[in-house]
């Protein structure tokens, strides 16, 4: 599965942004797609996820009511509309998807997109 991220960029805090990720591929074969997020000296860490199918969704403390993870099956993209943003948001933006084609398991990123969030 390919993935492209769109939608970063520098924003005031308290300001929103919505992030998109197109996929394209074996888009039937994802089973989680995910935001992740990597700030200079920090590790890689969970933003949101959402799951194929049912569509339920995860989110770390540190977003959860501010953001919001969705997909859109028949545009094959998914989305984080996060608001209320902070300088602590500052990061790379990565989407990922994981899943299943025939007995071969895949977790795949996209290249990520940058998020500033000015004081």
């Known amino acids: 599965v390919q993935l492209v991220e769109s939608g970063g960029g520098l924003v005031q805090a308290g300001g929103s942004l919505r992030l998109s990720c197109a996929a394209s591929?074996?888009?039937?074969?994802?089973?989680?797609m995910g935001w992740y997020r990597h700030a200079p000296g920090k590790q890689r860490e969970l933003v949101a996820a959402?799951?194929?199918?049912?569509?339920?969704?995860k989110y770390a403390d540190s977003v959860k009511g501010r953001s919001t993870i969705s997909r859109d099956n028949a545009k094959n993209t998914m989305y984080l509309q996060m608001n209320s943003l902070k300088p602590e948001d500052t990061a790379v933006y990565y989407c990922?998807?994981?899943?299943?084609?025939?007995?071969?398991?895949?977790?795949?990123w996209g290249q990520g997109t940058q998020v500033t969030v000015s004081s």
């Open positions: 959402i799951i194929s199918g049912g569509g339920s969704t």
């Open positions: 990922n998807a994981n899943g299943r084609i025939g007995v071969t398991q895949y977790n795949d």
């Open positions: 591929g074996s888009t039937s074969s994802i089973n989680v």
